[in-house]
């Protein structure tokens, strides 16, 4: 079932009373744009740690929702916009697919908050702690990171799964997520998502 103005497709089966959830910003993605190119190399380099926090989350029985930019196509709907981002995609790319089990809301504007259904879904899930992925973390990233902030949610923006094109100004969204927003930044690589998951079981 597809909400037709956000939107946002039910998985197979919901979760309720979930604690967290994973979110997967802008990874459907042409990478069709000025300095595209760039940024292409660097999601392939951060879509194994976002496939794997997937794995993790999908282990716990928690939802996985993909929140993405309709890159200006008013018309289209979530498979079309899927399968033009995933023709010709490297493997890396195409394994984070969405599956039927997974939540899509698509976003008209950088947060992923804004003019979508993600602040109704969210709680209807039950969920209070987020873990942010994907592109660009000084624009998609750190809007949805200040909206999620404002609305209490508990943050972990692990710093090898999201990426931009620009490294100083990857570091320095990371530094506002994280002193601003009080954010966990800690890499995959030194924090265990069964770790974190067992603090939002209990949080």
């Avoid at 939107?7 to 919901?14: E, V, Y």
């Avoid at 799964?161 to 002193?179: F, K, N, P």
Wanted: aromatic letters at 8%.
């Amino acid at each position: 079932m597809e909400a037709p103005e956000t939107g946002a497709t039910a998985p197979a089966r919901d979760r309720p009373g979930a604690a967290a959830a994973l979110l997967i910003i802008d990874m459907i993605n042409t990478f069709d744009f000025e300095g595209g190119e760039e940024l292409r190399s660097r999601a392939e380099a951060i879509a194994g740690p976002i496939a794997r926090l997937r794995a993790a989350f999908d282990a716990a029985d928690l939802p996985t929702v993909f929140v993405n930019d309709n890159f200006g196509e008013w018309h289209s709907e979530k498979s079309r916009l899927i399968e033009q981002a995933l023709d010709g995609a490297p493997d890396s790319l195409a394994e984070l697919k969405p599956r039927e089990c997974d939540y899509f809301v698509l976003k008209p504007q950088f947060s992923g908050f804004y003019a979508t259904n993600l602040p109704v879904l969210l709680p209807k899930l039950g969920v209070r702690r987020l873990v942010l992925t994907g592109v660009a973390t000084d624009i998609c990233v750190l809007f949805t990171a200040g909206d999620a902030h404002m609305r209490d949610y508990a943050l972990w923006v692990p710093g090898d799964a999201v990426a931009t094109q620009d490294d100083d100004r990857g570091r320095w969204a990371l530094e506002i997520i994280a002193q601003s927003m009080g954010a966990d930044i800690a890499p995959t690589r030194e924090r265990s998502p069964d770790d974190w998951l067992a603090e939002a079981h209990h949080g």
